[in-house]
């Protein structure tokens, strides 16, 4: 009778039972606290059901309000009367009523006769601690919390608040030094016997009376005054959603379970009957005895905790729709957007598309049709080709199409004649990857048979349109890596240009440009841009643009 | 601090709210209890509610798989079966029945009907409000029941849960008749990354389209495709009122099932078998009775479209391998629950 368990209980009374049964049974005496707020005839129903049990005994009720003093007083009050009612105790071992031993009980028990002078409590300096909700650490002992958090959270925070602006601040007794842990631990009888049997017990419960959350520092505080060997941390298996809720373990998480050699879970499913049955069936397979290690089951939940705080970048979903500002990433990865170099070199698309791999789609904003790579009508996830679709949502088009083909790299053309509506959301996303030659939309138009007026015209709104593109990359805020250059700028040395900007995309490697597109004749495309300004039209992307440019240098070849 | 704009907001949709439960209370003499058997239902009892008409092909499954996730009962309006629905259900004892023959349209899509149901008997309890062509997924539901769900709901304080509903397809032409008898072995595809979405702002609901009836029946007009996103698990109160099928409700606050700072929120997925080979009859006669959407002229298109006998199905669809794959392509999260 060297283990003793003060279980705390307030619902799920079925498997409050089940547990301290096991637990008597095992030679372990058990004194339940049973919350003030369940009926007077339930809690009688339930006390009833133990009379038969002299290891089974119960404590006087308070009425538990979570996060307040009440539920160190319920432990005090039962561990005291467990103290009193069996000497022989001599670790106490501090569980819920939703606990479940995942170890048979012998094995803690020897475990505790191997350390019996060691109180088994998580206990962390103020400063140390990191997993807070609220964001109060020091303040938890220096402030005052006469309001409920739960109930009336504004006012909660309100007072803080003041407190803070007044410098108002509570003095800690002599002697106590703040900690923080998790409220569930085992201690021994005689660091407990401390702790209870103080003489100035009751100024220091007077004082965490009024400190905040006082079951995570009551006894993680004074554990520091008394104990002669502290292992700072808790026995009982226990995992926090991002609220400080804590996890729910259901019968599906056996495996994990038995994999973190714990001696006890919390919290425990009611209807989890798979994990009731196995685990308190001492006669199952022993297995072999390791040390308790939580942190093999430590990724799972962080994974599940992560997902639910932060999401999967680039996800829009009826789960994730993240307000302007919160999206931590607007797309789900990397992709390029080429504007002009399409219209200068000949076949430039294929060529593209054998250089960069992954998938090279044509204008995928074209007005008339979304060019897919190879022509496909549906993609990934069954992207439609249909315009007035993409142009419904033009921003939720590029982001599906980006998550339906994660892990293939992705890239399209882009140009002032497309649909302009994605421009900004191009230029707000580091995902991107622009290579912009201005002006080169001009080149098919200058061998173009049309009418010259109507050639002008096009030329006019092509360069409305891409002077507002190019603003919308110069605007602040841009996070798209551009490589921006006028047509006149690029023509000087456009393989070089265009090998820096596919070697950023691909790594240097050693895959060199061999093959090289070719290059459309310019010959004559200063004197089409003159025959622009002669119209009155006035030609600035290309920039300068240099007169003998055909005659000089010849045309390109790779 | 809530703006002017925003409590003026709230305060017409407390008044919008109201009228939404006096119409509601209004329709309750249309509606004949055929069984009830609702006297002794258990305080925690998770509850199901449904209108159907000339469901005979969908219920065996929609119950089945309704039952094993462990809906305690069903409440079902009757809208003037005349295929056996009725009696089918009435013979069931974890059902409870009314009939009633006033117009579906006119009752909100069977909302009005429901409401006076859920005010009756859901105060308090879970509910889950579907269609008969609607599976209900959520992440583990293989192996943890609505209880276990519901029950973590509250112990995270949520109290309503939304869900995207996913149109389910055969491979061939939707008329053909295959020998698969279960409706996901009928319809295993679906469109796994078409869907496209806005924030309402004033009832504050996420609005989702897409898939395969937006891709197919409505590229020339996508606003008009087919709301997807649904809250149709809800801790009832007797005071919250449906405003469109299950798309939206009021208080407002309980159409927040998404996250908006980033993160994923607890959401699961309506599997839709309405394209079921017997679409194609009843696509003519839904056309002929005009009772599924507020304009109805403007989806005759739409129910030529369907009795056309299309193919949805496309090289890009995937076919449904359960609930961790939909997780997987980030149709389903499970927001936590670990």
Not at chain 1, 312 to 337: D, H, K
Not at chain 1, 484 to 490: K, N, P, R
Not at chain 2, 92 to 101: L, P
Not at chain 2, 163 to 180: F, I, K, Q, S
Request: net charge positive; aromatic share 10%; with cysteine.
């Amino acid at each position: 009778m060297t283990l003793g368990f003060v279980l705390l209980v307030h619902t799920a009374f079925d498997r409050a039972e089940q547990v301290a049964r096991y637990f008597a049974a095992n030679d372990c005496p058990v004194v339940i606290h049973v919350d003030g707020k369940v009926r007077a005839r339930t809690y009688r129903a339930f006390r009833a059901r133990f009379r038969e049990e002299p290891n089974i005994r119960f404590t006087r009720r308070v009425r538990v309000e979570w996060g307040t003093w009440s539920l160190v007083r319920a432990t005090q009050l039962a561990t005291t009367r467990l103290l009193g009612l069996f000497p022989d105790v001599r670790h106490v071992f501090l569980a819920s009523g939703s606990c479940l031993p995942l170890r048979p009980v012998a094995e803690l028990r020897s475990y505790l006769d191997d350390h019996p002078e060691t109180d088994f409590i998580e206990s962390v300096t103020t400063d140390q601690v990191t997993w807070t909700v609220d964001g109060l650490e020091t303040e938890r002992f220096t402030l005052r919390f006469p309001f409920s958090w739960r109930k009336h959270r504004r006012l909660f925070d309100g007072y803080v608040r003041l407190q803070r602006r007044l410098g108002l601040k509570r003095s800690i007794p002599d002697g106590v030094s703040p900690h923080l842990g998790s409220q569930w631990w085992c201690l021994t009888r005689r660091t407990l016997e401390s702790i209870l049997e103080a003489p100035d017990r009751s100024a220091v419960d007077t004082y965490f009376a009024r400190v905040w959350i006082p079951d995570e520092s009551y006894f993680q505080s004074l554990v520091r005054r008394y104990a002669t060997e502290i292992e700072s941390r808790s026995l009982t298996l226990s995992k926090f959603d991002i609220q400080g809720k804590p996890h729910i373990f259901y019968d599906d998480h056996q495996p994990l379970l038995e994999r973190s050699d714990c001696f006890v879970a919390r919290k425990i499913w009611p209807h989890a009957d798979r994990l009731y049955e196995t685990f308190l069936d001492d006669s199952r397979a022993p297995t072999r005895r390791a040390e308790p290690n939580p942190g093999k089951i430590d990724r799972v939940f962080s994974k599940a905790n992560e997902r639910r705080g932060q999401g999967r970048t680039g996800l829009y979903s009826q789960a994730r729709f993240p307000a302007p500002g919160y999206e931590n990433g607007l797309t789900c990865g990397r992709y390029n957007v080429f504007c002009g170099p399409e219209q200068l070199f000949e076949a430039f698309e294929p060529w593209l598309a054998r250089r960069l791999g992954g998938r090279v789609h044509g204008h995928l904003y074209h007005p008339e049709r979304v060019a897919f790579a190879g022509d496909e009508t549906v993609m990934n996830g069954c992207l439609s080709d249909s315009v007035a679709l993409r142009d419904y949502r033009p921003e939720q088009f590029l982001t599906n199409l980006l998550w339906s083909t994660r892990g293939e790299r992705q890239s399209f053309f882009f140009g002032p004649g497309d649909v302009q509506d994605i421009a900004p959301f191009l230029a707000r996303d580091p995902n991107a990857t622009l290579m912009l030659v201005t002006g080169a939309w001009a080149v098919p138009l200058h061998v173009s048979n049309e009418p010259f007026e109507a050639v002008k015209a096009e030329a006019a709104r092509l360069q409305r349109a891409e002077m507002a593109f190019v603003k919308a990359l110069r605007s602040p805020g841009v996070a798209a890596r551009v490589h921006m250059w006028t047509l006149a700028d690029f023509v000087t040395q456009p393989l070089e240009k265009l090998q820096g900007v596919l070697d950023e995309i691909v790594g240097p490697g050693p895959r060199r440009l061999t093959e090289m597109p070719e290059m459309h004749d310019l010959s004559a495309f200063h004197g089409f841009l003159q025959k622009l300004r002669n119209g009155g039209m006035k030609p600035q992307v290309m920039g300068d643009f240099p007169a003998d440019y055909g005659s000089r240098e010849g045309r390109h070849h790779g | 601090m809530p703006g002017v704009d925003d409590l003026w907001a709230a305060y017409k949709l407390r008044w919008r709210r109201r009228r939404l439960l006096i119409r509601s209370l209004s329709k309750r003499g249309q509606l004949r209890a055929l069984v009830d058997r609702t006297g002794a239902l258990p305080r925690r009892a998770i509850l199901c509610f449904a209108t159907v008409r000339n469901e005979m092909g969908r219920l065996p499954a929609f119950l089945a798989h309704h039952r094993a996730l462990g809906v305690g009962h069903f409440l079902v309006v009757d809208n003037g079966s005349d295929d056996g629905t009725a009696a089918y259900l009435a013979a069931q004892e974890d059902i409870s029945v009314w009939t009633t023959q006033g117009s579906y349209k006119s009752s909100r899509f069977g909302v009005d009907w429901l409401t006076v149901l859920m005010m009756r008997h859901g105060h308090g309890r879970w509910c889950l409000t579907l269609d008969a062509d609607e599976l209900f997924v959520y992440a583990h539901h293989d192996r943890r029941d609505l209880r276990a769900l519901t029950g973590w709901l509250d112990h995270v304080g949520r109290r309503s849960m939304g869900a995207l509903m996913l149109d389910m397809y055969p491979r061939g032409p939707l008329g053909e008749v295959t020998d698969a008898v279960a409706p996901l072995r009928q319809l295993p595809y679906f469109d796994a990354g078409n869907y496209v979405m806005v924030r309402q702002p004033k009832l504050q609901n996420l609005w989702v389209q897409g898939g395969p009836r937006a891709r197919a029946f409505f590229h020339a007009d996508p606003r008009r495709a087919p709301t997807l996103s649904k809250v149709p698990l809800v801790r009832w109160n007797r005071r919250y009122a449906y405003v469109s099928s299950t798309h939206s409700l009021l208080p407002r606050h309980l159409n927040h099932v998404y996250d908006r700072r980033g993160g994923e929120a607890p959401t699961g997925v309506l599997l839709h078998t309405k394209f079921l080979p017997e679409i194609l009859p009843k696509s003519a006669e839904e056309k002929a009775r005009r009772q599924h959407f507020e304009n109805s002229t403007l989806y005759e298109g739409y129910y030529d479209a369907l009795t056309a006998d299309p193919i949805l199905w496309t090289e890009a669809s995937t076919r449904y391998e359960g609930w961790r794959q939909l997780e997987g392509l980030g149709l389903l999260s499970r927001g936590g629950w670990d």
